[in-house]
């Protein structure tokens, strides 16, 4: 189960609350994109982010002088938010229209990766994340590159879930309404590869669709 907080706790549409961990964990496996907030001396603050899960943790990195960056590893406490849109909800009246989406936020401070090797293995674990089997093609981040990144972690162990994908609602007086009611799906597709133009005709070209099962396209 998620953590039950006063942060967490979901009080709108609190039906649409998810409280398995896998969901979680999924919502952040797919989306890859953090809104990260923080509020600094000029005020808030929401920035986006690069973003991937190892295990128990989510993980940002970015330059050693980034403003973010620097914020963040004073361990101040800051929210992290994903965001799936799935697609319009279309009713018979014009209040009642939605959307399908998936959300997740987390809570905490972040800690600050600080051995190169640890750092090496979860940016790796990015990299083949998105594209299974690239570390073994590519060159690898040496210790002048290490050293000039910073990487954060936050434990995912105060977070929220919400999941809004239910039937069209209409009130009674409305289904007589003439107005076609529904859904508009959206659908993120993924690929196919386009090659660099400075790239040889004698490299192969990799195949990554296994990050991205249906969502893959030839």
Same mark, same amino acid.
């Given at each position: *189960?998620?953590?039950?907080?006063?942060?967490?706790?979901?009080?709108?549409?609190?039906?649409?609350?998810?409280?398995?961990?896998?969901?979680?964990?999924?919502?952040?496996?797919?989306?890859? *994109?953090?809104?990260?907030?923080?509020?600094?001396?000029?005020?808030?603050?929401?920035?986006? *982010?690069?973003?991937?899960?190892?295990?128990?943790?989510?993980?940002?990195?970015?330059?050693?002088?980034?403003?973010?960056?620097?914020?963040?590893?004073?361990?101040?406490?800051?929210?992290?938010?994903?965001?799936?849109?799935?697609?319009?909800?279309?009713?018979?009246?014009?209040?009642?229209?939605?959307?399908?989406?998936?959300?997740?936020?987390?809570?905490?401070?972040?800690?600050?990766?600080?051995?190169?090797?640890?750092?090496?293995?979860?940016?790796?674990?990015?990299?083949?994340?998105?594209?299974?089997?690239?570390?073994?093609?590519?060159?690898?981040?040496?210790?002048?590159?290490?050293?000039?990144?910073?990487?954060?972690?936050?434990?995912?162990?105060?977070?929220?879930?919400?999941?809004?994908?239910?039937?069209?609602?209409?009130?009674?007086?409305?289904?007589?309404?003439?107005?076609?009611?529904?859904?508009?799906?959206?659908?993120?597709?993924?690929?196919?590869?386009?090659?660099?133009?400075?790239?040889?005709?004698?490299?192969?070209?990799?195949?990554?669709?296994?990050?991205?099962?249906?969502?893959?396209?030839?």
């Amino acid at each position: *189960m998620l953590s039950h907080t006063e942060r967490t706790q979901i009080r709108k549409a609190a039906h649409k609350a998810v409280q398995e961990p896998q969901a979680l964990y999924d919502i952040i496996d797919e989306s890859l *994109m953090a809104h990260v907030a923080i509020c600094d001396a000029h005020g808030p603050v929401v920035i986006p *982010m690069l973003a991937w899960r190892v295990d128990e943790y989510v993980y940002i990195h970015g330059a050693n002088n980034s403003r973010l960056i620097r914020h963040l590893k004073q361990a101040e406490q800051s929210c992290l938010t994903f965001t799936l849109f799935d697609g319009w909800v279309l009713a018979r009246s014009a209040f009642h229209h939605s959307a399908h989406y998936r959300s997740a936020l987390v809570f905490g401070p972040f800690e600050t990766v600080e051995d190169n090797a640890e750092k090496d293995r979860v940016l790796n674990h990015f990299v083949e994340q998105i594209a299974p089997g690239r570390t073994q093609d590519v060159r690898l981040g040496n210790d002048k590159e290490l050293t000039a990144t910073s990487v954060l972690r936050m434990p995912l162990t105060e977070a929220s879930v919400k999941i809004s994908n239910g039937p069209v609602h209409d009130d009674r007086a409305d289904l007589a309404v003439p107005a076609w009611a529904g859904f508009i799906p959206y659908r993120t597709v993924v690929g196919p590869l386009k090659a660099a133009a400075d790239l040889h005709e004698s490299v192969p070209t990799p195949d990554y669709s296994a990050a991205y099962g249906s969502r893959w396209v030839k």
